[in-house]
């Protein structure tokens, strides 16, 4: 039985242990007031009270104990509820993120093998070596970055610290991170770039270079084949503003407020068609938040996301 099997079975018998105190309250009532009803009214004979006057208080101190304790049930059994489903939905948005990782891992490496085979055994020609050289660079870069997604995930989650903040360049690194993207592209798809050269924020180099590549693959992986992706980054007041715009299906909005979430991944697992680990965007708003940055996601136009990330330019980290 794997552990997703375990916590269903665990809720269900956290179910039938709430029915069954339940129960118990009800028969507690039942017990006190009905059965021990002659106790009641024999007591009150010899001591001449008024049995109806008892048993009304009787009531009504039964009533609001139980009425108090059910509150206190509900109110527990709700919160309970909540963590232990959202706990269900983590195991298996960990258990679809363990199966994309071992796809995407596996398949850079069966492409760089095929390669370094290829160049073994049929000695190409120089253009098609040079060829099949870019593609096991690419497959290679692929690899690096899922490996920096998982390892910075985990630094994070464990609160690892390690950041080392020093003054960029925010304008020459999203143009390199973009012309490194540029050269993985195989279609008519365009990376438009607005940026100055001499825009700079107090950061810590590596982790921009993480949300910035997630920014792009998240633009690239949900962009259609010949469409333009658009990089814009602008100083505004106290801040350094970045936007990514692709002119892709968009975001519905009821996903919105989860697609920062780690491991979460719009749609249907059965049918998706796009790669990923649903760590991507979880980085870029830790990252950004690591940063002070605040993150917003809004409809491009005609159709299409714009991912927005305001830095502030008054850090003293």
Do not use: C
């Not at 105190?21 to 021990?36: A, F, K, R, T």
């Not at 049929?122 to 070596?129: I, L, R």
């Not at 195989?186 to 940026?195: G, L, M, P, Y």
């Not at 992706?229 to 970045?242: G, K, T, Y």
Request: avoid cysteine.
């Amino acid at each position: 039985m794997n552990a997703l099997s375990k916590q269903r079975r665990t809720l269900w018998i956290f179910y039938v242990l709430v029915f069954y105190v339940l129960l118990q309250l009800v028969w507690w009532g039942y017990v006190l007031i009905v059965l021990n009803q002659d106790l009641y009214e024999m007591k009150s004979a010899v001591a001449g009270h008024d049995f109806h006057e008892e048993m009304k208080g009787k009531l009504r101190m039964v009533l609001g104990e139980g009425l108090v304790f059910v509150i206190i049930l509900i109110a527990g059994v709700a919160v309970i509820q909540r963590n232990m489903r959202r706990e269900l939905r983590l195991a298996d948005m960990e258990k679809t993120f363990l199966l994309s990782t071992s796809h995407e891992l596996k398949t850079p490496v069966a492409t760089i093998r095929l390669v370094l085979e290829t160049l073994l055994r049929k000695e190409p020609g120089a253009e098609q070596s040079r060829q099949l050289l870019n593609n096991a660079l690419h497959e290679t870069d692929r690899l690096q970055d899922l490996t920096e997604n998982i390892l910075m995930a985990s630094r994070i989650d464990h609160d690892a610290g390690m950041t080392h903040f020093e003054s960029i360049n925010m304008g020459v690194l999203v143009q390199d991170e973009v012309k490194r993207k540029l050269v993985a592209l195989h279609d008519e798809r365009k990376i438009i770039v607005s940026a100055g050269h001499h825009l700079f924020i107090r950061a810590d180099k590596h982790m921009i270079h993480i949300l910035l590549s997630n920014l792009l693959d998240n633009a690239i992986k949900y962009s259609p084949a010949n469409s333009r992706i658009e990089v814009e980054l602008a100083e505004v007041p106290d801040a350094l503003l970045l936007q990514v715009k692709d002119h892709g299906s968009g975001i519905p909005r009821a996903d919105r407020p989860l697609v920062f979430e780690k491991f979460f991944r719009g749609g249907d697992e059965a049918v998706r068609r796009h790669k990923g680990t649903g760590l991507g965007l979880y980085l870029v708003k830790q990252i950004a938040a690591i940063h002070g940055a605040m993150v917003s996601i809004s409809d491009n136009q005609p159709q299409g996301s714009i991912f927005e990330i305001r830095f502030p330019t008054n850090q003293t980290n």
